[in-house]
């Protein structure tokens, strides 16, 4: 089977300044792919070359799929919008010119919003939610357009743990029904919970891809995030986490320690 985005030799850069080189990406039908980074290693540049916003400076982008959509960080929108109103927007393509909105389209936002507990969510205007509540309508607003490709910057990164295991089992659970998924995080938890495969951002030049068990090491997660990070096997559980070594670790809050040290 064909992949939705098959990305070859890619590179991007802000100035003079690469953010990522020579970096393969593919994103298979069925398959839920985890893309994790520092801040600034551009993760969300990479979301917006997989999905035609940005023009790639090297390399190319194939895509075999009409339907993508892309759920960013976050939106301001310009019009007074309810959530609703933000979620019928994913339904642009199935609308026609001039042409109002179906019984169909808003039933079809509304199971979208209540598939992500949002459904109080509908009436509410879209610029007094809190960061959490409008990233759950961007959700909605994606699967309403029956995309088969779904690209999600940092999608449960205002969202409390509850919400973030539900939006990532919804991921899943796409991925399982043959939509090709991908999503950055901060979390390697989320890899190894949900991911079918994950691709770590390390440095511009170098990047490592495969399986989430594989790859998130405890050496590839500590020098990725420049602190210690431990890998620990769940009691009576197959499934393993990753556990950050946070204090302590620090070389400024060191520093600071051993200046306000008496003489």
Not at 12 to 37: E, K, N, Q, S
Not at 48 to 66: D, F, M, N, Q
Not at 142 to 161: G, K, M, N, Q, Y
């Amino acid at each position: 089977m064909p992949e939705p985005i098959v990305a070859r030799d890619l590179g991007y850069r802000y100035d003079r300044d690469w953010v990522f080189r020579h970096l393969d990406f593919r994103l298979p039908a069925a398959c839920l792919t985890a893309i994790l980074g520092p801040n600034g290693c551009g993760k969300s540049t990479l979301l917006a070359a997989l999905s035609g916003i940005r023009t790639p400076v090297e390399g190319t982008v194939s895509r075999r799929e009409t339907g993508l959509a892309l759920v960013p960080q976050s939106l301001e929108p310009t019009l007074p919008f309810t959530g609703l109103d933000m979620v019928l927007l994913g339904r642009a393509r199935s609308i026609s010119l001039f042409s109002a909105p179906t019984a169909t389209d808003y039933a079809a936002a509304r199971d979208a919003l209540a598939r992500l507990e949002a459904a109080h969510l509908a009436d509410r205007a879209f610029d007094v939610m809190s960061g959490g509540e409008r990233q759950l309508v961007l959700i909605a607003r994606a699967l309403v357009s029956s995309s088969a490709v779904l690209l999600l910057d940092e999608p449960t990164a205002a969202l409390d743990w509850h919400r973030q295991a539900h939006v990532l089992n919804l991921l899943r659970q796409l991925a399982d029904d043959g939509l090709a998924v991908a999503f950055t995080t901060h979390a390697p938890q989320h890899a190894l919970d949900f991911a079918d495969q994950v691709l770590l951002m390390a440095e511009p030049e170098r990047q490592l891809s495969g399986p989430p068990e594989d790859v998130l090491g405890e050496e590839a997660l500590s020098k990725l995030y420049r602190i210690p990070v431990k890998r620990l096997r769940l009691p009576d559980s197959e499934c393993s986490t990753a556990i950050p070594v946070l204090r302590g670790y620090c070389p400024l809050s060191r520093a600071v320690r051993e200046d306000a040290r008496p003489s």
